[in-house]
């Protein structure tokens, strides 16, 4: 059976941070618990926790421990990554950013990412499309209103990403639920 070894890699990557091989050091798709675990003992703490966050899988547990940390939140899958093998519709087919972004005059990508912004996270986004770039770039002029943000914070929640990758019998994580501490 095959075990992770968080302690001795995040030992090995303040190493590299300390002799100035990297500006900083982080981790991704850590649960709140894989969090503590590794905060028990780093001496240096991860600088950001990159993970799939957007309004339909909106992390609010995650997204509190990591501020309470001192850790940067990066959101990755910030429109949902409607693909092939992975992603859903909660982001780009939801209703309530439609509805905000029509009476706004805005796309529901950039309701998307600037509620994002709002939440205090960065955010990766992946586009190849020269127009949609430019449109991602126009959220900072506006903010969304009390009552958008309660409504897209009452949006149904899930992950798009169920992580059935990094599963396997004989691997650290036996089912998705392991994978994920729970938080699924």
Same mark, same amino acid.
């Given at each position: 059976m095959m075990v992770m070894d968080v302690k001795s890699v995040w030992e090995a990557m303040e190493e590299c941070f300390k002799l100035g091989l990297a500006k900083s050091i982080g981790v991704s798709n850590f649960t709140c618990m894989k969090l503590e675990e590794l905060l028990a003992t780093a001496r240096i703490p991860p600088a950001v926790n990159q993970v799939e966050m957007n309004t339909g899988w909106q992390q609010k547990k995650l997204v509190e421990f990591c501020k309470?940390? %001192?850790? =940067?939140? @990066? /959101?990755? @899958? #910030? =429109?949902? /990554? *409607? %693909? /092939?093998?992975? %992603?859903?519709? *909660? +982001? +780009? %087919? @939801? #209703? +309530?950013l439609k509805e905000i972004a029509e009476a706004r005059g805005k796309s529901v990508a950039q309701v998307a990412l600037r509620w994002l912004h709002e939440q205090g996270v960065s955010v990766i986004v992946k586009s190849f499309n020269k127009k949609r770039m430019e449109e991602n770039l126009q959220i900072w002029d506006w903010e969304l209103t009390e009552e958008e943000l309660k409504k897209i914070e009452e949006s149904p929640q899930s992950r798009g990403y169920s992580g059935k990758f990094f599963v396997s019998p004989l691997g650290p994580f036996k089912t998705t639920q392991e994978l994920w501490d729970g938080e699924v």
């Open positions: 309470e940390k %001192g850790i =940067l939140v @990066s /959101a990755w @899958s #910030p =429109l949902g /990554a *409607n %693909g /092939a093998r992975w %992603g859903s519709l *909660n +982001v +780009v %087919g @939801s #209703p +309530v």
